[in-house]
């Protein structure tokens, strides 16, 4: 029944990895708790589970964006969702519970706000079969876009006992975690990691760059990604009108996104973006929250992100479709300075100075980011990914195992109660107040790294931590945590292989020396189909764009690039083999099959 009810509404013949088993934990009425990267498929966990239960599915969003962007899509496949919000009038509002308490709506979108404003009313007169809280991780104070609304959530437990709650998170690292199990009261919840990793995305970072060689720089990306879809991110207001207008001056098609617009130019610029009337969104972090847009190709940090959490979900919002996409971030010391001042004067000053130190220390490393990223999020890898700009320019390397044994065996000795700074004073057998005070002057490892520079052991420590040897507790005072592959090093099960430190001071206020011009890495940015003709292609782009201006909704809610590559490699020829194609469901294909089969076979007759 499930699988069938997957290909019937969504098109797939089968599961992604951890799917099935969320859905059948759901089904068994079961709290759960998903971790799924942007694209990963987390959607259908409860999508799927809505169709198969009796009643309707709650699903909580922060944004209207969202909320508009997934009942689109769900509508597009045949299925009855609905959002219940602020930019509905009042009669159609009134519509939308009517309908609820008639039993018709199969999912029902709605804000944290919301929720709590009709849990006496319309949520006591229908039948629940779940409820889902996606984007989880604003629960948590320790959760990188932290959201107060969220926090009285856990009243649906007390309010609805047995009715099952549904988690769902793209980016929580460990504390996170259970943070949101502590906030939503979860039962014993089913925890499900999927893999972060998203091996369609390369990840390319340049620092150092003044204005001049960003844009030059940024002007040769897009040239490379001819009429397909981006997002460039910088840091403040000003500086995404800036660079939209150098992109002008260029002729490239570009919109502004950012808080200080009003709603209708925001809703304008996402509208464009989405219904691809421009190619590119200059934006601050405001934006890509609510779009589920299949095929944006890149994603482009102009300024150092402030978390890798933020940064991760940013960039997840290319490739969704699995096809190959490329990030490029860019970051200069002025960057550290400007983010090291908000996180300083924020309300969450040492939560937010961590973070974006562990962003830095990503920026900044020589070890395979792709490694470094899953490491964050407590997955290891222990091969590099090849895709990269570390892994396609590998620097040297040497065994280090006996100075990685020599720090974490000072983690171990004051039991993983001390921070990096702490760490390194005892490593170099410095003489100060806390040394003496906690008696670490006394530790087996006091003074054993005097003859490696105070300056390298920070480096070597940050490649530790990037390769998943230990991890910060940024709850416990920053104090240092050995991990299971670390203590496979300390106890010499396995050996470390290190990067060698190379002092070239990159990032100076003041630099008197001429920076290199930027050298864009030649990356392929399409999949190879087998037998695919490229003006079948843009035919079937065209009429995709066609039917998606006739029902006024987004082209890739008709079809994803992904399904469109598909039917010019396969080209089939009858409704039948058109349903066939995997991402086209029962709706779709009577909705479209005629339309597209009509072109196919015109171009192949």
Known sequence: ?????????????????????????????????????????????????????????????????????????????????????????????????????????????????????????????????????DEAHCISQWGHDFRPEYTQLKVLREQFPRIPIIALTATADKITRNDIIRQLALRNPGIFISSFDRPNLSLTVKRGFQQKEKMKCIFDFIYRHRNESGIIYCMSRSKTEKVAEMLENHGIRVAVYHAGLSSAAREQAQDDFINDRVQVVCATIAFGMGIDKSNVRWVIHYNLPKSIESYYQEIGRAGRDGLPSDTLLFYSFGDIVLLSKFAAESKQQEINTEKLNRMQQYAESDICRRRILLNYFGETMDHDCGNCDVCKNPPERFDGTIIVQKALSGIARTDQQVSMNTLIDILKGAVNQEIIDKGYDKLKTYGVGRDIPARDWQDYLLQMLNLGYFEVAYN????????????????????????????????????????????PTQIPVTMVFENEDDRLFEELRSLRKRLADQQAIPAYIVLSDKVLHLLASSRPTTIEAFGEISGIGEYKKERYGKDFIEVIRKFTG
């Open 1 to 133: 029944m499930m699988l069938k009810t997957l290909k019937s509404y969504f098109g797939y013949t089968s599961f992604r990895p951890l799917q099935e088993q969320i859905i059948k934990q759901i089904l068994n009425n079961l709290d759960t708790l998903v971790l799924m990267p942007t694209g990963g498929g987390k959607s259908i966990c409860y999508q799927l589970p809505a169709l198969l239960m009796e009643g309707t599915a709650i699903v909580v969003s922060p944004l209207i964006s969202l909320m508009k962007d997934q009942v689109e899509a769900l509508q597009a496949n045949g299925i009855i969702a609905r959002a219940l919000n602020s930019t509905n009038d009042e009669t159609t509002n009134a519509n939308i519970r009517f309908e609820c308490r008639q039993g018709r709506i199969k999912l029902l979108y709605i804000s944290p706000e919301r929720l709590l404003a009709e849990i006496n009313f319309l949520l006591k007169d229908i039948q629940i079969s779940l409820f889902a809280i």
């Open 476 to 519: 416990e005072k920053n104090h240092l945590k050995i991990t299971e592959t670390g203590r496979k090093v300390l106890f010499g099960h396995e050996r470390a292989v290190l990067v060698v430190i190379k002092r070239e001071e990159i990032l100076q206020k003041q630099s008197g020396r001429k920076k290199k011009q930027a050298v």
